[in-house]
């Protein structure tokens, strides 16, 4: 049985999906020399075979996964005795390479072993069903899909390397979930140690870790960025100053005011008055 579904991508994605399929190989099956445009990810349910690409030759049995990449010249076929049955999805955009790097994968080690499949499996089931039923909003379903996929090879990466712990993550990815939780929620009272409870780590050592990370705390982090964005409505609201310490996630307006002159050097109201005469005219005429 072979089953097979094209999706018109979206360019401007950071990644987004081709087409994507299913087969169950006959026994003499067989393809090369052969070279694709986008990434093509096969990942073998079934059965045994063999993918070569320049000189090197790689036997893939069920549980592995092979890539191909854009541009290389490949060949792969399956056993004779023990045919394979793989799906696949072909995918590309400009964080594409990046997302697969993540996975442990590149054109020099284009495999990768899955302790368990079956999530993967069930996303490219979901892909082709989105692809051949097009429902409403399938588009976003079937990107939704891939990442998710894409997710799941970058846990199997990690949980392959020895001494790591399964849940273990690298700094950079905590880092990047408390810039990103700090970034949606820094309108509110949040703490560092609501933060540190989000990525899942203990305070003092989540603090040690993101000031390695970003080089600085990230009570510095959250500071800068409730004045930034506190400066950015001075500039361009009439909100007193009250309401926009509040609109930034500080309730105390002396203690707002305070921390706003430490960090700029310029009371809130001084700094407006000054944004304001700065201001470009927009009169079209020339200042005498």
């Not at 790097?101 to 590149?106: C, M, P, V």
């Not at 705390?217 to 400066?231: E, F, M, T, V, Y």
């Amino acid at each position: 049985m072979r089953i097979e579904c094209n999706h018109a991508p979206d360019a401007a994605a950071e990644a987004d999906l081709f087409y994507c399929g299913y087969e169950d190989c006959a026994p003499d099956f067989s393809l090369g020399p052969n070279v694709r445009d986008c990434y093509l990810l096969h990942y073998v349910e079934k059965g045994r075979g063999h993918y070569k690409i320049g000189d090197a030759e790689y036997p893939l049995e069920a549980g592995e996964l092979f890539v191909i990449y854009p541009g290389e010249v490949v060949y792969y076929w399956t056993e004779r005795d023990d045919p394979w049955s793989f799906c696949w999805f072909a995918f590309d955009g400009s964080g594409a390479a990046g997302l697969l790097e993540r996975a442990g994968l590149g054109r020099d080690r284009p495999t990768l072993r899955l302790r368990d499949g079956r999530m993967l499996s069930s996303c490219v089931t979901g892909m082709i069903a989105a692809v051949s039923e097009r429902p409403y909003g399938y588009e976003t379903e079937v990107r939704g899909r891939l990442y998710l996929a894409l997710a799941e090879l970058e846990r199997a990466y990690r949980d392959a390397q020895p001494g790591t712990a399964a849940t273990a993550k690298p700094a950079e990815t905590y880092a990047r979930e408390a810039l990103r939780y700090m970034a949606f929620h820094y309108s509110e009272p949040v703490s560092v140690r609501e933060v540190a409870a989000y990525v899942g780590l203990e305070r003092t050592y989540f603090a040690k870790l993101f000031k390695t990370v970003c080089g600085r705390s990230p009570k510095a982090h959250l500071i800068a960025l409730r004045i930034d964005k506190a400066c950015t409505l001075l500039r361009t609201t009439a909100l007193p100053v009250s309401e926009i310490g509040r609109c930034v996630g500080i309730d105390d307006d002396y203690y707002f005011s305070r921390l706003f002159k430490r960090v700029t050097g310029q009371s809130p109201s001084a700094y407006r008055r000054i944004a304001a005469k700065n201001l470009p005219s927009t009169s079209g005429g020339r200042k005498e």
